[in-house]
């Protein structure tokens, strides 16, 4: 069965970075694109971008543009999203999510989520 | 940007009654290229990620009960549970992909309560 599994949890100061990694199961790694989404506490879905994993192309939204880097290493079947001069709202529970074959813009499974707190 | 905006943020229902949300877009997210719909659901359960309801406005995904459905077309949508269960209690989202591969955006998400 598809399985995405994230990271643990990270407690980082402001200004350091952090690398949240999501490793899949279950399916044919290269044949899919992951989607980074996040969610701050009490508040709503924010897609921040997606990593193709066959290209290793990206796309994110302009806000994170300098911050965000999403890599993969297709030996491992693991994706990563690294952001870095954290702020303190950046404290959110960051979800990978694997976007659909056929609707690349659509995800159908998804991590537990990992938990970034910044916080000096 | 294209903006989507849920309506209501919150709404209470009755056991075994209908639950009707509404999602708009701020442009047309109808491609007139393969008459679509570039429009998902999403449902999240508390301390879990989000579930894939619907896609392309109005597709199930595989064993999503036929209580849901979705309806709509060009920049109004809707959700429907046309009889709330107890496990339908949840945060439901939104999401256009038709920016996409540039461009995703979530609704803010309503809250469904049972009454």
């Known amino acids: 069965q598809v399985q995405l599994v994230q990271s643990g949890s990270e407690v980082k100061r402001p200004g350091a970075s952090v690398k949240v990694s999501c490793e899949s199961s279950?399916?044919?790694?290269?044949?899919?694109?992951i989607h980074w989404v996040r969610q701050a506490p009490g508040q709503g879905l924010e897609w921040m971008g997606w990593?193709?994993?066959?290209?290793?192309?990206?796309n994110f939204v302009q806000k994170f543009q300098g911050r965000v880097t999403m890599t993969r290493d297709t030996s491992i079947s693991t994706a990563y999203m690294e952001l870095t001069r954290l702020r303190s709202d950046d404290t959110a529970v960051y979800y990978c999510?694997?976007?659909?074959?056929?609707?690349?813009?659509?995800?159908?499974?998804w991590g537990q989520g990992t938990l970034v707190t910044v916080s000096s | 940007d294209i903006v989507m905006t849920q309506s209501p943020d919150s709404l209470a229902v009755s056991l075994g009654e209908r639950a009707t949300i509404s999602c708009k877009s701020s442009?047309?997210?109808?491609?007139?290229?393969?008459?679509?719909?570039?429009l998902a659901w999403y449902q999240q359960k508390p301390g879990q990620p989000p579930k894939l309801l619907i896609y392309?406005?109005?597709t199930r995904e595989s064993g999503v009960p036929d209580r849901f459905s979705g309806s709509g077309s060009g920049t109004d949508f809707t959700l429907t549970i046309s009889s709330l269960q107890a496990e339908d209690v949840a945060v439901y989202y939104c999401?256009?992909?038709?920016?996409?591969?540039?461009?995703?955006?979530f609704g803010g998400g309503t809250k469904v309560e049972i009454k």
């Open positions: 442009q047309n997210i109808l491609y007139s290229s393969n008459n679509k719909n570039y």
């Open positions: 990593i193709n994993l066959k290209t290793a192309a990206t």
């Open positions: 999401q256009q992909y038709y920016g996409s591969p540039r461009e995703l955006t």
């Open positions: 392309w406005a109005s």
């Open positions: 279950g399916y044919t790694f290269t044949d899919y694109y």
């Open positions: 999510a694997r976007g659909t074959a056929l609707v690349p813009g659509v995800t159908d499974y």
